[in-house]
């Protein structure tokens, strides 16, 4: 299954990540711009989303810790 993240104004699927990726960095559309929200919100979403897909036994691996 694969699971899209996509904004909600223009559909578009990627994000402009921040510079600094803090938990309060703001993420962007990288379609139109939109504020989508916050660096911490986006990868709680990941984790969630993740976390309800696959089992912990797969391995998932990430950049940027998720912590599942």
Do not use: Y
């Given at each position: ?22 938990r ?45």
């Amino acid at each position: 299954m694969t699971v899209h993240f996509m904004c909600p104004a223009c559909g578009g699927a990627s994000i402009v990540v921040p510079a600094v990726c803090v938990r309060e960095a703001e993420i962007a559309c990288g379609s139109c711009g939109k504020v989508l929200g916050t660096w911490g919100e986006f990868k709680e979403r990941a984790r969630q989303l993740i976390s309800t897909r696959v089992s912990c036994n797969e391995g998932v691996i990430s950049l940027d810790p998720l912590k599942i």
